[in-house]
């Protein structure tokens, strides 16, 4: 199969991580187009991959670091995978040194593919553990909360709203107390 097109793919999934790392592993293997993506692989329509896969003809070769860079379930992997054999177009994963044209290359990619679903499915389940052991020791899950004296003030400025003529929106400006923190304790008072 004569080879027409080289893309490779890097993808983060945060503003915070970099895809210096990946684009220098893609390095050294020519090719027509790099597609980068910061995007969550989790539930997000990842635009550039869709856009790779779009752009790629029979006889091309996709070449992604690693197989969670390319999905994020083992269900989306195979999907993609389908797709670009069907298409004739060869998908390697440098990392895993996988090359998916090959019988030995498909084993090794369902079984990492699988084992990497495992580890986020245990990570998750750890994740949750340590919430709940947290929240039951009296821990504060989530952002800091804004000093109390910023929630006292917007706490007077909703009970005189009124005859102060502000809007809730305006206290929420001027204190910087979400609204539902003004709410939720204005109950109490």
């Known amino acids: 199969m004569l080879l027409k097109a080289l893309i490779k793919y890097a993808r983060v999934s945060t503003v915070g991580q970099t895809l210096e790392n ?9 090719c027509n187009k790099i597609l980068k993506e910061i995007q969550s692989g989790a539930k997000s329509i990842r635009i550039a991959l869709h856009g790779a896969l779009e752009y790629l003809r ?3 070769k996709l070449i992604v670091t690693e197989i969670d860079r390319l999905a994020r379930s083992v269900k989306d ?8 054999e069907d298409r004739g177009i060869v998908l390697v994963f440098l990392k895993e ?9 498909k084993l090794m990619f369902t079984m990492l593919g699988e084992i990497g679903e495992f580890e986020r499915d245990l990570m998750n389940e750890r994740t949750a553990e340590g919430r709940a052991r ?10 800091p909360g804004k000093p109390r004296k910023n929630l006292e003030h917007a706490l007077d400025l909703f009970g005189n709203r009124e005859e102060n003529k502000i809007s809730v929106n305006d206290i929420v400006k001027m204190t910087v107390v979400p609204r539902s923190s003004i709410y939720a304790n204005a109950k109490d008072r």
């Open 22 to 30: 990946q684009i220098e592993s893609l390095q050294g293997y020519g």
């Open 58 to 60: 029979e006889g091309d």
């Open 77 to 84: 992997l195979h999907n993609v995978a389908s797709q670009l």
């Open 97 to 105: 040194q996988i090359d998916f044209s090959t019988p030995s290359g």
């Open 134 to 143: 947290a929240k039951k020791q009296g821990k504060h899950m989530g952002r």
